[in-house]
């Protein structure tokens, strides 16, 4: 997807799919349709529809899939970031095999566990904590001096920092208020009010939106970027920065220096920290610190 999702348009209801042919004047297939758990990964910009486990398709049926442009009336319907939406639905179709796969065959294609202090190795994912702390925090940029505060208030050095002032704490630079309140649960405007780590959402995480505005975060043509990635599939990874999209998210919503403020991630490390609030952005006391 060349365009960053608006997270909150990434819903079931956003694509239908339906089993055999479709009636034209009702628009809908006989059979009902199809209903899927959507995600959205905003590093490598894809929306992935999954059946729930353990469903099955209808061995040699032909599907229709159709991409429903966003409706002012209701909550249905893909946009991005600025809510921009599609013009026209977008449709196509597909037909299974003709068995029932056998679900010991089927391949994990969720997000691998991301664990705080040891990331997915078997993924190439890096820690989240090392991630934090040896980029944002070692930086001088959001670590707790003697005598003054870390910049912004955010301190990305330890679980602790990270537990009281990243996790469901509002990003003051989202805030239109000197006072500090509750994150918006559904803003007027995307990006209003909005945590800098929201557990289980990386699309209304401002933590992420900061290093997404970073053009030296992505993959480039001269690096490597092989790591397993199942729950892409065999999308190929996209190269570059996508500028056009930086551009529209510093003139709306996310603004100040892009993290981190010297040098830049690599997609092992920003998959971890994209992955880890994925699975909740859990913090945990690690064993040990180098």
């Known amino acids: 997807m060349s365009r960053l999702v608006r997270p909150t348009s990434v819903i079931r209801q956003s694509i239908r799919v339906t089993p055999g042919l479709v009636d034209p004047d009702a628009g809908e297939s006989p059979a009902g349709n199809v209903f899927f758990e959507p995600r959205w990964d905003p590093y490598d910009r894809v929306v992935v529809f999954e059946l729930p486990p353990a469903n099955r398709w209808i061995p040699q049926t032909l599907y229709s899939v159709t991409v429903l442009p966003a409706d002012p009336a209701s ?8 809510g921009t939406a599609i013009e026209e639905p977008v449709s196509f179709g ?39 702390r040896d980029s944002c925090a070692t930086a001088g940029c959001h670590v707790p001096s003697p005598g003054s505060a870390p910049a912004m208030g955010l301190d990305l050095s330890t679980p602790d920092g990270i537990r009281a002032t990243a996790v469901r704490v509002t990003a003051r630079q989202t805030m239109h208020s000197p006072q500090v309140g509750p994150s ?25 939106y900061k290093l ?28 570059g920065a996508p ?3 930086i551009e529209r998210m510093r003139s ?9 403020v010297t040098g830049a991630l690599m997609p092992e490390q920003m998959r971890g920290v994209m ?16």
Do not use: K
């Open 184 to 208: 918006a649960v559904n803003p007027s405007t995307f990006g209003d009010s909005m945590p800098r780590i929201d557990p289980g959402n990386p699309g209304n995480s401002y933590l992420m």
């Open 94 to 132: 597909f037909t299974p095999g003709d068995s029932v796969s056998d679900p010991e065959h089927d391949v994990d294609d969720r997000w691998p566990e991301v664990g705080f202090c040891t990331g997915a190795p078997a993924y190439g994912i890096a820690a989240p904590r090392d991630v934090l």
């Open 275 to 290: 992955t880890w609030i994925a699975y909740g952005a859990e913090v945990t006391d690690c064993p040990s610190v180098r």
């Open 212 to 239: 997404l505005i970073h053009e030296g975060n992505y993959p480039r043509t001269t690096q490597s970027d092989d790591l397993a990635r199942p729950w892409l599939g065999d999308l190929p990874a996209e190269a």
């Open 75 to 82: 909550v249905a319907g893909l946009r991005a970031l600025d």
């Open 243 to 245: 500028v056009d999209e």
């Open 252 to 260: 709306t919503f996310v603004v100040g220096a892009p993290m981190p």
